[in-house]
């Protein structure tokens, strides 16, 4: 889940990014009418599929403690919860990881040889189908074979990183060749990791009982899929997707170019403040979010209350995180890494990687062995306000700062910005495991 949070930029990073990808500004003129806004909609719910599947099968984290509990127990004790529990989070990301920067290679390389629209039908049919088998096995009794189910969900969440992957390139060709209007409706939805998570907090709030509120939640999911899926099938006859896919497509205008070795190193250089940044935001995401967070329990749980038992991952670990980070990426648009103060940037980024890693060691994730230091709520509820804002707000500076620091090559500092960010989540992508075997 760690290399999802690169992916929120602010307004701005998304006009930088529509720059550098070479669309050209349509007055309002020459723009064919959007009937029913049904591009624009569209747009929105692309956005939000760039995150969702993934978002929303980490965010499930109490359906996920209850399948893979110790069935010997009547009780839940976060002190005594099993290694498939403890791993889980930690698990998941590496299965996700790792396949997500594999087929976002191969698509890179092989993308071209299909066209978009169809690799984003067939990417949002086998979504509703991955989402659909999960909505399937909440209802199904896992707990005589839950070895054999964990590898199973790593399986599907292994083939729903590749079809993410491929999702994410084949829309991005299309969005590239619509104006800027359209992709201030990509950006918006790209922000839905909260809708995901009030979602998650609805359908915990319908039942008690975990495998119902876990299908209602998924089902919801499937449903969103759905929608993106119909709308898109209705944008294909839409007189934007016309003028700006299919004449352009018959014109030859790609909307890219190759970019050559010796531009990609001239330009690293110039980028590398930004790049280091990058680099210590993933450690410290791969170090936290979601391992160890997700394992984090309130100073007053076992007394039995609503706010411990259900409530308390999913709003302060999901909901109040997601809030955090767009009001950093909010924050940070007037801020930017120059060649004068890169520096300070660069120190304050490791000593924050050093200081969040260290405190949430020390904060109640249970089970563990190592001493707790921060064990009341307050102090993990002020961090996760914190963290995420931090990220949001220099993931956003770094992002914003690559067409001053590339002295106005701004399409080639993106793309090498972006396969450092993947490459770092790969690297990284064991951390979390490691650091649940440290506690």
């Known amino acids: 889940m760690d290399h999802i949070i690169a992916k929120r930029e602010s307004l701005l ?44 099968l980490g965010s499930a984290a109490n359906y996920w403690f209850y ?55 067939g990417t949002l049919v086998c979504l509703i189908g991955i989402f659909s088998i999960f909505a399937i096995f909440t209802q199904v009794d896992t707990d005589n074979w839950q070895t054999a189910f964990f590898f199973t969900t790593m399986f599907l969440l292994v083939v729903n990183s590749a079809v993410v992957a491929i999702f994410q390139l084949s829309t991005l060709v299309i969005i590239a060749k619509f104006p800027n209007d359209y992709m201030k409706s990509f950006l918006f939805g790209q922000s839905g990791g909260i809708v995901s998570n009030i979602i998650l907090v609805i359908s915990i709030s319908v039942t008690d009982y975990q495998p119902t509120s876990a299908a209602i939640y998924f089902i919801a999911g499937v449903i969103m899929i759905a929608i993106t899926f119909v709308l898109f099938l ?62 984090v329990v309130s100073e007053f749980q076992g007394d039995g209350t609503v706010w411990t038992e259900k409530y308390f991952v999913p709003v302060i670990t999901y909901l109040l995180a997601d809030v955090s980070g767009v009001l950093g990426r909010f924050f940070s648009t007037s801020y930017r890494i120059t060649k004068t103060n890169y520096l300070y940037w660069i120190i304050g980024g490791v000593i924050r990687c050093v200081v969040c890693v260290t405190f949430i060691i020390f904060c109640n994730a249970q089970p563990r062995h190592l001493p707790v230091i921060f064990n009341h709520d307050w102090e993990y509820i002020l961090f996760n306000i914190i963290f995420p804002f931090s990220n949001g707000f220099l993931f956003n500076v ?19 910005s972006s396969v450092i960010i993947a490459v770092s989540s790969s690297v990284f992508s064991a951390n979390g495991i490691l650091m649940v075997k440290l506690l």
Not at 17 to 39: H, M, N, Q, V
Not at 273 to 278: E, N
């Open 13 to 56: 990073s998304i006009e930088t990014t529509r720059k550098s990808l070479g669309i050209s500004s349509i007055t309002s003129k020459s723009e064919p009418k959007d009937a029913f806004y049904i591009c624009r909609i569209l747009f929105m719910f692309i956005g939000f599929m760039h995150l969702m599947p993934i978002l929303f």
């Open 67 to 121: 399948k893979f509990r110790n069935t010997t127990l009547d009780t839940v004790d976060p002190e005594v919860r099993t290694d498939l529990q403890t791993l889980y989070q930690s698990s998941s990301t590496v299965a996700q990881t790792l396949p997500s920067l594999g087929f976002m290679f191969l698509t890179t390389i092989f993308g071209h040889k299909f066209q978009p629209k169809y690799l984003t039908a």
């Open 234 to 295: 209705m944008a294909l006859f839409t007189e934007p997707y016309r003028v700006y896919v299919v004449e352009s497509t018959e014109t030859g205008d790609t909307g890219t170019r190759k970019i050559s070795w010796s531009e990609s190193k001239e330009v690293l250089k110039c980028i590398w403040p930004s790049s280091v940044l990058f680099v210590f935001l993933m450690l410290a995401i791969s170090c936290i979010h979601p391992a160890v967070d997700t394992l």
């Open 398 to 416: 770094g992002f914003l700062s690559l067409n001053e620091l590339s002295e106005g090559k701004s399409e080639v500092a993106l793309k090498l």
